[in-house]
């Protein structure tokens, strides 16, 4: 009698064991990544190593968390009294609305580190004065950034680096509108992904690798003049500090030990066109 008692209690605590396990499993997916760090890319894919270009690899594994669907609750802002109060609210505050504003900015910089000379930039953005003497947008655009001869990833990278760029920002006009010249503040944020090609292709996990890429985000605040302003036209210089913080790890798994934080000063151009409405 004994021994059945024991059987079953054995069977019914390896159920459990395994329902935990089914359970744990279902609740988190476990992979397994490649790892390897970015100096030893740039060190293998340099002039100066003309024999071994394999990378060292190790492997992580990395919980991932399923997406959880929550359950669709009825929004109180759709309803028709709500919408009602919107409508009126939108139509009492486009009142205080502006006009539209599509600039073109562009210019160089100079870039912290002795391996860039510096950077050109362009980009372009749309916005809206949203009073008087503010004004919101967002933008798309470029940013190159050449290697010095002297520097050490010039041995490692053709050319330069590629940054693609796209986000946002405030302006504050200290001057009124109807004055020919103007004085303003500016505060951005935008998110960053930079591209660069190796000299020489180089062996990671048995793939052959040629160029890698890494995000970051950048954070900036500055000040501009306009040297002419009318109702339908602006065009300024700016001066903008700022600085661009680097993701840990690069598209193809490498740890970025390599490119710190990207402080850097951007000089540009800035011409706008305004749509009042």
């Not at 486009?94 to 504003?101: L, Y």
């Not at 710190?260 to 800035?270: I, Q, T």
Request: proline share 3%; glycine share 10%; charged share 20%.
């Amino acid at each position: 009698m004994k021994r059945h008692i024991k059987q079953h209690f054995f069977i019914l605590m390896s159920a459990m064991v395994f329902s935990l396990l089914v359970q744990g499993c279902c609740s988190q997916f476990i992979s397994v990544k490649r790892r390897g760090k970015l100096s030893d890319a740039m060190e293998k894919a340099s002039d100066e190593n003309e024999e071994d270009r394999e990378v060292e690899t190790h492997y992580v594994w990395v919980k991932e968390e399923p997406v959880i669907e929550s359950a669709v609750t009825e929004d109180p802002s759709a309803s028709p009294a709500a919408v009602g109060n919107a409508s009126a609210v939108s139509a009492d505050s486009s009142e205080q609305h502006f006009g539209r504003v599509l600039s073109f900015s562009g210019g160089s910089g100079l870039l912290s580190g002795s391996d860039f000379y510096g950077y050109n930039h362009f980009n372009i953005a749309y916005g809206e004065k949203i009073s008087r003497r503010s004004r919101i947008q967002g933008y798309a655009g470029y940013m190159w950034a050449p290697l010095q001869t002297t520097g050490h990833l010039h041995h490692s990278l053709k050319n330069g680096v590629l940054l693609l760029q796209l986000g946002g920002e405030y302006r504050y006009y200290t001057t009124p509108h109807y004055t020919f010249m103007g004085q303003y503040f500016i505060g951005g944020l935008s998110f960053q992904y930079m591209f660069w090609s190796y000299k020489n292709p180089i062996l990671f996990d048995g793939e052959t690798i040629r160029s890698d890429s890494m995000s970051g985000l950048e954070i900036y605040a500055g000040a501009g003049i306009n040297l002419m302003q009318t109702r339908y036209f602006q065009l300024g210089g700016e001066i903008l500090p700022g600085v661009i913080l680097w993701d840990e790890e690069t598209r193809e798994g490498f740890e970025n030990d390599i490119f710190g934080a990207f402080w850097h000063v951007k000089f540009r151009l800035s011409l706008s066109f305004i749509y009042p409405n």
